[in-house]
């Protein structure tokens, strides 16, 4: 395994293929990000005339990369725990400001942050848990994100969970101690 400050690559050979796989610095949240084969050095020419079979695609040991990434990345993990600490205040902060001050902007802003923040985690359904970290229905933190959206705190990416906050949730975000 090598690595420097953007990420790491663990190296895998099979037969006449030497196969790099790299992820990025941080969590190690499923696969690698970018996969590469190349000839290896010492590789028969009559093997690397054939190209890469789809043989050689099936014996790469990916849940076993999977699992060396996990391991050799300790920092990705304390990066990862931090990261779920601070998704967990934020929440708490947007159910504290729903239940004193119902649906602000400083709210709103925040529901906005949360919901990316758990989106941007590759999490399967951020919503029903964003609801019960608000203790509101699905439905009802449905609308709220919806709202957000059209008051301009969130962007929306079609088909997919998520967006962008706006400058508009940045500034109030500012203002909140959370």
């Known amino acids: 395994m090598e690595g420097d400050e953007s990420g790491f690559e663990i190296t895998q050979q099979q037969g006449a293929w030497t196969i790099r796989l790299w992820w990025p ?3 190690v949240t499923g696969g690698p990000q970018r ?3 190349e000839t290896a050095e010492d590789a028969p020419a009559r093997d690397v005339a054939r190209g ?5 695609l099936r014996r790469l040991d990916l849940p076993g ?9 300790p920092k990705g993990q304390e990066v990862m725990q931090e990261l ?3 998704i967990d205040r934020g929440a708490e902060t947007a159910g ?3 239940e004193r001050d119902g649906v602000s902007d400083a709210y709103l802003a925040v ?3 949360v919901y990316k923040a758990v989106s941007d985690t590759g999490a399967a359904a951020p919503v029903p848990w964003l609801a019960r970290r608000v203790n509101r229905s699905t439905e009802t933190v449905k609308g709220h994100l919806k709202q957000a959206r059209r008051d301009g705190y969130l962007t929306t990416v079609a088909g997919k969970a998520g967006g962008e906050l706006t400058d ?3 500034e109030v975000l500012k203002r909140i101690a959370f």
């Open 52 to 56: 890469i079979s789809t043989t050689v």
């Open 111 to 113: 529901l906005a942050s």
């Open 65 to 73: 990369a999977i699992k060396m990434a996990e391991e050799h990345a």
């Open 168 to 170: 508009k949730a940045t």
């Open 35 to 37: 996969v590469t084969i």
């Open 25 to 27: 610095s941080g969590p």
């Open 84 to 86: 779920a600490r601070a």
């Open 96 to 98: 504290v400001l729903l």
